[in-house]
């Protein structure tokens, strides 16, 4: 193993500790500093902005429905996120969770009913449960 053939031993490299483990995170001073909160508030601004084009029929119905049930998903977490017992912040972050399994319920149903195409919808709405999930499972496997 001559250190001619111009490739260095790597049993001989110092590791480069950063190279393999992500850096510390900060931890969030407040909800916003959240990514499940920011994804959650960018589904409820997509939501919105879906409803807008339903029937006039549906101002009331469905398009108020959606909405409702969007905006309970950050609206949880931001209430969670200063809760201090581990069950109490969880039991947010499981209410969030229903509120965006609700909605999930909402976008099959504006889907069926012609409303409007809502891959892009569910695909965020997907990106926020795991988020949700992971965050969830965070705070339970917490000491404090």
């Known amino acids: 193993m001559g250190s001619s053939s111009g490739v260095r031993s790597?049993?001989?490299?110092?590791?480069?500790?950063?190279?393999?483990?992500?850096?510390?995170r900060v931890a969030a001073r407040t909800f916003q500093d959240?990514?499940?909160?920011?994804?959650?508030?960018?589904?409820?601004l997509a939501v919105y902005s879906f409803t807008a084009g339903f029937p006039k029929q549906e101002?009331?119905?469905?398009a108020l429905q959606m909405r409702r049930a969007a905006v309970s998903v950050p609206a949880n977490i931001a209430e969670g996120f200063r809760r201090r017992g581990k069950a109490d912040k969880a039991r947010y972050m499981n209410m969030a969770e229903g509120s965006l399994e609700e909605s999930r319920y909402y976008l099959i149903l504006a889907q069926d009913l012609g409303y409007g195409d809502t891959g892009s919808l569910t695909a965020l709405l997907e990106e926020v449960s795991r988020l949700l999930n992971a965050?969830?499972?965070a705070i339970l496997a917490t000491d404090s």
């Open 59 to 62: 101002t009331y119905g469905l």
């Open 10 to 24: 790597l049993e001989h490299t110092p590791l480069n500790a950063s190279l393999f483990m992500p850096a510390p």
């Open 34 to 44: 959240l990514v499940v909160w920011r994804k959650a508030h960018e589904l409820v």
């Open 135 to 137: 965050y969830a499972s």
